[in-house]
């Protein structure tokens, strides 16, 4: 069955993970996308953990192998001259180029879009980087914990007596990463409708600062009302009981009961008898720090009776917000997930088979699918620039000369 975006190429130079999960959305809808290496060291990311059985190896990143299904792999060194001219002729044969280099690379490279333009018209560039294309932060270097503390999220994340603290993982870049896939096929569109290709400017910066994930309604409450975000302080502002994460029989849960929901915690406890209890079942009464211990009495031995399977299938059936805090062995067995066939198995020649996150959505008529591994370094060299017309000799003597 065709892919979605079977009749796509993409020239991938992206490292790390921003852009090679932009182009891994991509390729895994079906764009042939060729991913550029550095000769002998590759994406950085080759270097990162965790590394399948603790073998530091470049072939056994699961980021690396992750972040680059599907995809075809070639070495190329973009700062020699015949580096270059094998990338235009690259170039002169896609729709679309992702790069994650500080803006000023490309332009140093003689690779800026206006040049690139002119070998390839309806040419789509994306370029990833942390502040933007241009601006007085443009060339500024960053992390992760800076660009979510710069988004404005981070002052609200934590304790109210504590420093302001990140959210674990790497959540903005894979959410950049998303937002610059987006990004890339509306500009395709335009290409392919009206003619014309352009360049996009996605800074990771300003896809947070923009996000609906607290940022913007929190920009809107200050435009409004000069209201700032801060941390809330359980102590002033309860929540009523039960809320939050609690331990059980087999792990832990996170729950959003109180006030209006009492009704339903005491169905899913099977406590009928609590239902009128007025310290348990008004606002007031749940503001009061006797009741919650008085509940505390009664919620603690029920909950480490029962295991996060039981509590969440209660409190669902009682129509309450909860759900299990999952572990990675969690999901991996999760009966739901094995039926929708989420998770996919993938043969790598040194890896061997994995299990990958599958579809982060499913279409009807055009499936996802990791056609092949991550490649290894340099993998298809013979293979894309035998396309070009390049023969074994020309592509040894372009190795010897340390241009692939």
Request: proline share 7%; net charge negative.
């Amino acid at each position: 069955m065709e892919q979605a975006l079977s009749d796509v190429k993409v020239l991938d130079i992206t490292h790390h993970i921003a852009g090679p999960y932009c182009t891994k959305l991509l390729a895994d809808y079906g764009a042939d996308v060729i991913k550029i290496e550095r000769p002998g060291a590759g994406d950085p990311s080759r270097g990162m953990g965790p590394f399948l059985g603790d073998d530091p190896h470049p072939d056994k990143s699961g980021l690396f192998l992750h972040l680059n299904t599907s995809k075809r792999g070639v070495t190329l060194n973009l700062t020699s001259g015949s580096g270059r001219k094998l990338f235009r002729e690259l170039l002169a044969g896609v729709d679309i180029l992702v790069e994650s280099f500080a803006p000023r690379v490309m332009p140093s490279l003689g690779q800026a879009y206006e040049e690139l333009e002119k070998v390839n018209p309806k040419l789509v560039m994306t370029s990833i980087s942390n502040f933007g294309q241009s601006g007085p932060y443009r060339d500024f270097k960053a992390s992760e914990l800076i660009l979510y503390g710069m988004g404005g999220a981070m002052n609200e994340t934590g304790t109210l007596d504590r420093y302001p603290l990140k959210k674990g993982g790497n959540v903005i870049q894979y959410q950049a990463g998303t937002i610059a896939a987006v990004a890339t096929m509306l500009a395709l569109f335009s290409s392919r409708l009206q003619g014309i290709g352009q360049h996009v400017d996605v800074p990771i910066f300003e896809s947070q600062m923009g996000t609906i994930d607290r940022r913007m309604s929190h920009l809107l409450s200050y435009q409004y009302n000069g209201e700032t975000s801060y941390r809330p302080d359980p102590l002033q502002e309860p929540a009523g009981f039960p809320v939050g994460v609690y331990a059980c029989n087999d792990g832990f849960f996170q729950i959003a009961g109180g006030f209006v929901f009492w009704s339903r915690i005491c169905q899913m406890m099977d406590r009928p008898d609590l239902a009128d209890d007025p310290g348990f079942n008004t606002p007031q009464g749940q503001r009061d720090s006797e009741n919650l211990e008085r509940f505390s009495v009664i919620w603690y031995p029920w909950i480490a009776e029962h295991t996060k399977l039981e509590i969440v299938t209660a409190g669902q059936a009682a129509g309450v917000l909860c759900g299990p805090i999952s572990t990675s062995e969690d999901l991996l067995n999760e009966p739901h997930w094995k039926e929708r066939g989420f998770w996919e198995e993938i043969e790598h020649p040194v890896a061997g088979k994995i299990t990958y996150p599958g579809a982060p959505f499913k279409m009807a008529e055009t499936p996802w699918q990791a056609s092949r591994p991550a490649p290894q370094l340099g993998e298809h060299n013979a293979e894309i620039f035998g396309e070009l017309g390049y023969s074994r000799e020309d592509l040894a003597r372009l190795r010897e000369s340390g241009v692939i």
